[in-house]
T-cell receptor, first 116, second 118 residues
Framework: AQSVTQLDSQVPVFEEAPVELRCNYSSSVSVYLFWYVQYPNQGLQLLLKYLSGSTLVKGINGFEAEFNKSQTSFHLRKPSVHISDTAEYFCAVTGGLFTGFQKLVFGTGTRLLVSP | GAGVSQSPSNKVTEKGKDVELRCDPISGHTALYWYRQRLGQGLEFLIYFQGNSAPDKSGLPSDRFSAERTGESVSTLTIQRTQQEDSAVYLC????????????????FGPGTRLTVL
């Protein structure tokens, strides 16, 4: 079984500052890893995903994440945030290669609050 | 094309009443998922459909919860005899056919139905 831990429930940051949102996972099988963003009163939108290959994954809106297998982490980063990045960010994992459709296991989310 | 749609967007009901929540997936998406998001918590998996069958119902919290899907399209999540702890946002997602390895496992989410049980 998989699980995801997002230790930071809320991260306040000033506009144009860098940010890192932490995600750690546990799994006994190979995993796919995802970051989703949820803007206020909207559905979840995929930011980026790791399937295989390069451990540094680039996503939309200037976000990137690095898969670290030894530390079982998939932290999300952005070098300079904007007010519009204020949202809830969810890390998620699904397991296995060639196992067909899989449910996503989500972390509890991190609320990013960007202030001027 | 159109994304995943859900209706109603908001539902307020009294304890003990039954409710039906609807999900229209993206056309051609064979997999459909229901999740629940309680206030301040992450998303909990409820059930997944492959076509019209449900290989994984492991997340349904009790026998008051049921779901069906017809015509590899619309799905309905039914909650009978609602309780206050059922209050949450119910999210539906769909994904295209093919193995997760080929299609990357991405799920496309609808805007959700906010259910409030008084």
């Amino acid at each position: 079984a998989q699980s995801v831990t997002q230790l930071d429930s809320q991260v306040p940051v000033f506009e144009e500052a860098p940010v890192e949102l932490r995600c750690n996972y546990s799994s006994s099988v190979s995993v796919y890893l995802f970051w989703y963003v949820q803007y206020p009163n909207q559905g979840l939108q995929l930011l980026l995903k790791y399937l295989s290959g390069s451990t540094l994954v680039k996503g939309i809106n200037g976000f990137e994440a690095e898969f670290n297998k030894s530390q079982t982490s998939f932290h999300l980063r952005k070098p300079s945030v904007h007010i519009s990045d204020t949202a809830e960010y969810f890390c998620a994992v699904t397991g296995g290669l060639f196992t067909g459709f899989q449910k996503l296991v989500f972390g509890t989310g991190t609320r990013l609050l960007v202030s001027p | 094309g159109a994304g995943v749609s859900q209706s109603p967007s908001n539902k307020v009901t009294e304890k003990g009443k039954d409710v039906e929540l609807r999900c229209d997936p993206i056309s051609g998406h064979t997999a459909l998922y229901w999740y629940r998001q309680r206030l301040g918590q992450g998303l909990e998996f409820l059930i997944y459909f492959q076509g019209n069958s449900a290989p994984d119902k492991s997340g349904l919290p009790s026998d008051r919860f049921s779901a069906e899907r017809t015509g590899e399209s619309v799905s309905t999540l039914t909650i009978q005899r609602t309780q206050q702890e059922d209050s949450a946002v119910y999210l539906c997602a769909s994904s295209p056919p093919g193995l997760a390895g080929g299609k990357g496992g991405e799920q496309f989410f609808g805007p959700g139905t906010r259910l409030t049980v008084l």
